[in-house]
């Protein structure tokens, strides 16, 4: 079945038109009503290469949306040899709500690749960007932050390929992006198959994604590096070759460490954490404390590093349940 999100951009034309991706939704209020998806597509009409970029999945996370708001104005004024179409606010409700998922159907749109027709709008978004957008793509970079609930180490993360010629092909986006960490990773701890890049995978379509930043706020650091690493993409892969971008950044490679290695809180309470993402840990080594809502008397439960590590993000919010995720880590690896 052909999904039902329509647009009025034609992304052969050459020049840069703004529409939606419009996202048919029928509410009480709005019986034939669609969401409005902000959508570009700048197109020098010469051929070349086309640069898919996405934010907003997430509606809590600031720092991509912001680049890529910011991006369209300087590529307005540039020679492209080639496409690129951003959506800076891919789940629309989410970002207007200010909340990772669809305050319209709950959907948690890095969740439900690749998309289902028979879903609510989030699924149909996905099911977009599958079908009709990933087709047109050569390159793809979907930008997350730690959002809400996660302090995060800024850092790129890809899945790593499906074989040789994938893998290099990854591995030359993270080093073109440039983050300062960057994690090869199967998607284990978060959405595993299910996300934007998980998806662009499968389709054969070098793609990464990034967290950048903490809590629902922007990060100056983690914008500088979603702005850099998109310009740079953009001239490394002949789209906008006269655009500059900072050179001299040391990139790292690393490896998420599993479930087994990851800290959740065994309770309800106040969540105290010992150390910060970027921290070497050691095994042993204190993490963290939770103080009890219900026992003020009770002795605070501590926790401790199964592993030696890198902290690769902890919990953002004092306020704990049990089965949250307050540590993550990760190791330099070769790549
Ligand atoms: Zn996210």
């Given amino acids: 079945m052909k999904n039902p999100v329509w647009t009025t951009i034609d992304f052969d034309a050459p020049g840069i038109q703004s529409d939606f991706a419009r996202v048919p939704h029928s509410s009480d209020t709005s019986a034939y009503g669609w969401i409005p998806v902000p959508m570009l597509c700048l197109n020098g009409g010469r051929g070349g290469p086309t640069a898919l970029f996405t934010a907003g999945t997430h509606g809590d996370e600031y720092e991509g949306q912001v680049a890529l708001r910011k991006l369209v104005h300087d590529l307005a004024k540039t020679k492209l040899q080639g496409r690129v179409i951003i959506l800076p606010a891919l789940n629309r409700p989410a970002v207007a709500a200010g909340r990772r998922n669809s305050p319209l159907d709950g959907g948690n749109l890095n969740r439900v690749f690749p998309g289902d027709l028979q879903g609510g709008p ?13 087709p047109l793509a050569d390159v793809i970079i979907d930008l997350h932050s730690g959002g809400s609930s996660l302090d995060y180490l800024p850092m790129a993360l890809a899945h790593p390929g499906r074989n040789e010629t994938e893998a290099e092909a990854v591995r030359r986006l993270l080093t073109s992006f440039g983050a300062p960490y960057s994690a090869l990773t199967d998607g284990a701890g978060g959405g595993a198959g299910a996300t934007l890049y998980a998806a662009a995978e499968q389709a054969g379509i070098p793609a990464i994604t990034t967290e950048l930043g903490s809590g629902s706020t922007l ?15 953009l001239r490394d892969y002949g789209i906008a070759p006269d655009f500059d971008a900072p050179e001299g950044r040391t990139i790292r490679f690393a490896r998420f460490l599993g479930r087994g290695d990851t800290i959740y809180s065994p ?16 095994p042993g080594q204190k993490a963290g404390a939770i103080h009890r809502l219900d026992n003020a008397l009770a002795r605070p439960i501590e926790l401790e590093f199964p592993s030696s590590g890198i902290v690769a993000f902890r919990r953002f919010p004092t ?17």
């Fill in 219 to 233: 990060s100056e650091a983690g914008l500088a590096i979603a702005e850099s690493g998109v310009r740079r993409v």
């Fill in 319 to 335: 306020l704990t349940s049990t089965g949250d995720a307050l540590f993550g880590l990760m190791v330099e690896a070769q790549n």
């Fill in 267 to 282: 309770c309800d309470g106040l969540f105290e954490p010992f150390v910060k993402p970027g921290e070497q840990v050691a």
């Fill in 122 to 134: 989030t699924a149909v978004i996905a099911h977009y960007v599958a079908t009709e957008l990933f």
